[in-house]
């Protein structure tokens, strides 16, 4: 069992940033990696991926703003997000991609004036 833990969330000014962080309790480096957001009211939905080689992808909507990364040493996954919007305020969640999938928590992302 894979135990995700992500940290980093808060309340932000629009145009604000935040580093969200998802430590793993097991090997990333060679795991399908992922953040997932989820709004009030909405379906959870995908934001960036991180494939074992490092390849990143991203939904159309953070495309320029977030970046997505990993650390195999410290087995970390970080969200890095720039001039944050309104409609970024979700519930981010990391997802560990393993032939067994594994949820985070979630932390909170509110950006707000």
């Known amino acids: 069992q894979v135990q995700l833990v992500e940290s980093g969330g808060g309340l932000v000014q629009p145009g604000g940033s935040l580093r969200l962080s998802c430590v793993a309790s097991?090997?990333?480096?060679?795991?399908?990696m992922a953040w997932y957001r989820q709004a009030p009211g909405k379906q959870r939905e995908l934001v960036a991926t991180?494939?074992?080689?490092?390849?990143?992808d991203y939904a159309d909507s953070v495309k320029g703003r977030f970046t997505i990364s990993k650390d195999n040493a410290k087995r970390t996954v970080y969200l890095q997000m720039y001039s944050l919007k309104p409609e970024d305020t979700a519930v981010y969640y990391c997802?560990?991609?393993?032939?067994?999938?594994?949820w985070g928590q979630g932390t909170q992302v509110t950006v707000s004036s």
């Open positions: 097991g090997s990333i480096s060679s795991i399908f």
């Open positions: 991180i494939t074992s080689g490092g390849s990143t």
């Open positions: 997802y560990y991609g393993a032939s067994v999938k594994y």
